[in-house]
């Protein structure tokens, strides 16, 4: 799964709003699939010609663009990547006008998640009834809801939601994120390892608290 | 009903081969027709711990190719009937193996034995996968240290995804069995805890295979263990863990050989 990128005009100051996000968190798009939603930019905004080059030169790999009208084609000096819609490539036919059904705003999962896995819900919060395995990683725009161990990687807010939270039953981490601030293993509080916690973000700190 | 059964565990050397012979042997002690298949192309290991390596004429890629008919490429153990082995090339790699292929020999194998069990090679790639793909059940084999814990994590992730039964959206059966288990240095605190490992990996146990020098005793007389000694601790465990493969409901304790002086006091039982 992608994470889903929102440009909102005018692209300057959301590029360097973004610019901002990356310097706090520098590496969370490496090797990272992006999806860039384009809905909000007018089509016939000169800056769409740059926004391809914008996000490369930021090193962030977009694997495909989605929020376009069926029958839109960028030019190809663009060097947009394939068009999407709902996770699939569209081409540019007609598409029959139906009522899309309302997006969920949660994603629930009822098993372990597994080394090597990655759970990710740009649009909402993610609740695990399981363990977050060493090596296994769970992202959301919103809050994580973990039943069980939290062994592996959380990342909440990642939509830039500074209100998103990490609730786990055991802390054993690799590493917590709230918003682009995050924590690694050895900046854990000794005396929260192994227990419930809530984490939150207060300003530009992260809190960790026992959960009773 | 036949049963495939892949031994599998994504990290090397935590003793796939050596459970391999030896669940398929004591299998067969209890007069069911098994053939061990071994799916680690390039590095093949099961015909030595089986003993059959000046006999393999034919193994599971010419069988694949079509060069060799299955009835050839099958080696049936000298000291049981109901065994038989089918033994990976030694000069190929794991390319020379393909999906269609395999699929075929799987089919025929389940037509003629009660249990068909894949020896995996280690790792997450191609070789490992086509172990798993057709399996009825999998047996992780882990051995009681993070490293290992972490990778058998992955492939229970990889057994719920990448195999047929999940592709047809059925669930797929995993035990869990804990091998070259070193008691005095549980003891000391050196090795995760039984507890630890099961609940890192939630599923159920099948067996504590204790560590023992009769392993390596046995693979240099090229039998399995349970049939070189079948008395020692490493033995009885995977006898223990056969009964339960059958259904069996059998209490779960950590073997352990009854030489030394204390060894009376340390059956340890597993709650
Ligand atoms: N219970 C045990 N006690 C002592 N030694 C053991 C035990 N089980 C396995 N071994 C030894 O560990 C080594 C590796 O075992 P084995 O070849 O069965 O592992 P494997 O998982 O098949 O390895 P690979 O990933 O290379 O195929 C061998 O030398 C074997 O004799
Ligand atoms: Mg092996």
Redesign the interface.
């Known amino acids: 799964m992608a994470l889903a990128l929102v440009p909102q005009p005018p692209l300057d100051s959301w590029f360097a709003e973004l610019d901002q996000q990356m310097a706090r968190a520098p590496n969370f798009f490496a090797g990272r699939p992006v999806v860039v939603d384009v809905t909000f930019l007018p089509r016939n905004d000169p800056d769409l010609a740059r926004l391809a080059g914008e996000f490369a030169g930021r090193n962030i790999r977009i694997l495909g663009i989605e929020g376009t009208e069926p029958n839109f084609t960028p030019p190809a000096a663009w060097g947009w990547p394939p068009l999407l819609s709902g996770g699939r490539p569209v081409g540019t036919s007609e598409v029959p006008e139906e009522k899309a059904a309302p997006e969920p705003h949660s994603l629930l999962r009822d ?2 998640v ?4 990655s759970v990710s819900f740009p649009k909402g919060d993610v609740t695990i009834i ?2 977050v ?4 990683e769970v992202i959301a725009g919103g809050s994580i809801h973990i039943y069980g ?1 939290l ?1 592996g990687r959380a990342i909440a807010g990642v939509m830039g939601d500074a209100k998103a939270r990490i609730f786990c039953r055991k802390l054993e981490a690799e590493l917590i994120a709230v918003d682009g601030l995050y924590k690694t293993a050895d900046d854990l509080p000794q005396n929260l390892r192994g227990k419930p916690v809530k984490i939150s973000l207060d300003g530009d700190k992260i809190v960790i608290e026992p959960l009773d | 009903m036949s049963k495939v059964l892949v031994v599998t565990s994504g990290k090397g050397g935590v003793g796939k081969t050596t459970s391999t012979a030896s669940l398929g042997a004591a299998l067969a002690a209890a007069g069911q027709k098994v053939v061990v298949v071994d799916f680690d192309v390039g590095l093949r290991n099961l015909d030595l711990v089986m003993g059959a390596e000046r006999r393999v004429v034919y193994d599971l890629i010419n069988v694949v190719n079509g060069d060799a008919k299955l009835a050839q490429a099958l080696i049936r153990d000298k000291r049981n009937d109901n065994l038989s082995l089918l033994a990976a090339s030694q000069t190929r790699d794991k390319d020379a193996l393909n999906l269609e292929g395999v699929t075929k020999v799987i089919e025929q194998l389940r037509e003629k034995f009660d249990w068909v069990l894949c020896d995996s090679p280690a790792g997450i790639e191609k070789g490992a996968l086509l172990a798993m793909y057709h399996a009825d059940l999998a047996v992780v084999v882990t051995n009681p240290e993070v490293s290992s814990v972490r990778d058998s994590d992955r492939i229970i992730g990889m057994l719920d995804s990448k195999t047929a039964k999940a592709e047809r959206g059925e669930k797929m059966e995993k035990v869990l069995l804990l091998t070259r288990y070193d008691q005095a240095r549980a003891a000391r605190g050196e090795m995760l805890k039984v507890e630890d490992v099961l609940e890192i990996l939630s599923i159920p146990l099948l067996g504590i295979v204790p560590e023992s020098q009769e392993v390596l005793r046995a693979s240099n007389l090229g039998a399995p263990v349970v049939m070189s000694s079948p008395n020692c601790a490493p033995s009885r465990a995977y006898a223990d863990a056969v009964r339960r493969l059958q259904g069996e409901t059998v209490p779960m304790n950590i073997p352990v050989d009854r030489t030394g002086l204390f060894a009376k006091f340390l059956n340890w039982r597993v709650s």
Request: hydrophobic share 20%; net charge positive; glycine share 22%.
């Open positions: 098993e372990n597994r080394s090597g896995q399981g363990s395995a060493s090596g296994a161990a062994r």
